[in-house]
């Protein structure tokens, strides 16, 4: 039976509060577009109740023991070939994640972690399981919302194939702990975990019992680092280790997941300045490498535009897509629409210049100037400015053909107006 358990969590060893996979009673979010269910919602107060957060229908099937078989078995050996073919190259930046989960079979998240924890010999060093290794796995990529255009799996799985990239530079790669990279790469499958499509802020106003259980602080990073802790738990993954060892495993996690709030991002920005200002990092001190692995991790979260065009624009799209999702959402519940959200004013192209401008670029800068400007800091600078370059470009089209479109018919003084406000840099 479907288990309905309201807001019941686990309290751990350590007395943090963590929410149980499963709590929250399965809603799909795409229920929200039904039609024949737009009539008897019609208030603020009942969005929050069609929010999709932890989906039962996994997570009771896994607790009672029942693990998915991983549909790479049933492709065909030429399919395989290639999917293996292309781990070879996975540390490589130009790597398509896109066709690596269709060579999958949309288990690119569970394939990466897999073949990753192996490479970096972090089975044998910690001991695990591979069966519960897998279980665990699986658990990670059947939490994330496959309807998401953007927070999905395959996202996660991109982050972590970044994150690996990261971990191999050399400046921070000679000080790596096995527990430094394990929880490098956690971190990175798990930072988006239960996703549900919407933003902080729109769950703050919506009032949803997660914004209340956070206290409007970090409300998504929490929950993504809570059901990573109970699905850890749960596989029961490092239950061989000693508890203080799994306690500090948790309380890093967390460290690192909750590093990727965007509302962090000049705390963190500040700080990473006043290291290689003062050029007093030192790697072999461990609170020093943990803080470059949260800067690592918000690296990989946002790294969308430093990566080729053909894939850079792919998540540009998706991103925004979901975006315009949520501002028809709250355009249909006569909320206000958030910024980005509004599709017949936020353009890809503004959004995306704005982004790589204030976000990606401050970020990216320091990093090369952490890791010594190497061939893949300066691969990745190099597709950020071409990058920006090309949608500058875009958004001049777009401007120029509103134009001709304005002249096509008459044109009103506040048109006019509108089109050199446009034009203003």
Not at 201 to 207: A, D, R, W
Not at 383 to 407: E, F, G
Request: charged content about 20%.
């Amino acid at each position: 039976c479907v288990r309905m358990l309201g807001d019941a969590r686990v309290r751990g060893q350590t007395g943090v509060v963590s929410e149980r996979r499963g709590s929250y009673p399965f809603i799909d979010f795409r229920l929200l577009n039904n039609t024949t269910l737009s009539g008897e919602i019609g208030t603020k107060k009942k969005v929050k109740r069609l929010l999709s957060f932890q989906r039962y229908f996994h997570a009771s099937r896994l607790l009672r023991g029942i693990v998915p078989q991983a549909s790479l078995y049933l492709l065909d050996e030429d399919y395989l070939g290639q999917a293996r073919h292309m781990l070879s190259k996975v540390g490589m930046w130009d790597f398509d994640i896109f066709l690596f989960d269709r060579l999958t079979n949309g288990n690119s998240l569970v394939t990466l972690l897999c073949h990753l924890f192996n490479v970096h010999g972090l089975i044998h060093h910690f001991q695990l399981d591979m069966v519960t290794l897998h279980r665990f796995f699986v658990m990670v990529q059947e939490d994330y919302h496959s309807q998401n255009p953007y927070h999905n799996a395959v996202h996660a799985a991109d982050v972590t194939q970044a994150m690996h990239c990261y971990l191999r530079e050399p400046k921070l790669a000679n000080f790596l702990t096995p527990s430094d990279i394990m929880l490098g790469l956690l971190a990175a499958a798990a930072h988006d975990v239960d996703h549900p499509g919407v933003n902080q802020p729109f769950l703050i106003k919506t009032k949803h019992h997660l914004a209340s259980l956070y206290q409007n602080v970090s409300v998504l990073e929490n929950h993504h680092w809570r059901s990573t802790i109970g699905m850890l738990r749960e596989s029961r993954l490092l239950a061989h280790l000693p508890k203080e060892v799994t306690q500090d495993i948790e309380q890093q996690l967390g460290s690192l997941i909750l590093a990727t709030d965007i509302n962090r991002q000049n705390e963190f920005l500040i700080r990473l300045k006043s290291h290689l200002d003062n050029q007093d990092l030192r790697l072999e001190d461990a609170q020093d490498r943990h803080f470059m692995l949260q800067i690592a991790l918000k690296c990989a979260d946002i790294c969308n535009p430093c990566r080729v065009w053909d894939l850079s624009k792919q998540w540009s799209e998706r991103v925004c897509e979901e975006f315009y999702r949520q501002g028809d959402l709250e355009q249909k519940f006569e909320l206000e629409i958030s910024p980005l959200c509004n599709q017949q004013k936020d353009t890809i192209p503004s959004i995306q210049i704005g982004f790589m401008t204030y976000i990606v670029e401050p970020l990216f800068e320091r990093w090369a100037q952490f890791t010594g400007d190497t061939p893949l800091s300066e691969n990745m600078l190099n597709h950020l400015r071409r990058n920006k370059a090309k949608w500058r470009s875009l958004l001049h089209k777009q401007h120029s053909s509103s134009r001709s479109n304005d002249h096509s018919g008459q044109v009103t003084g506040s048109q006019e107006q509108t089109l050199n406000e446009e034009e203003t840099p």
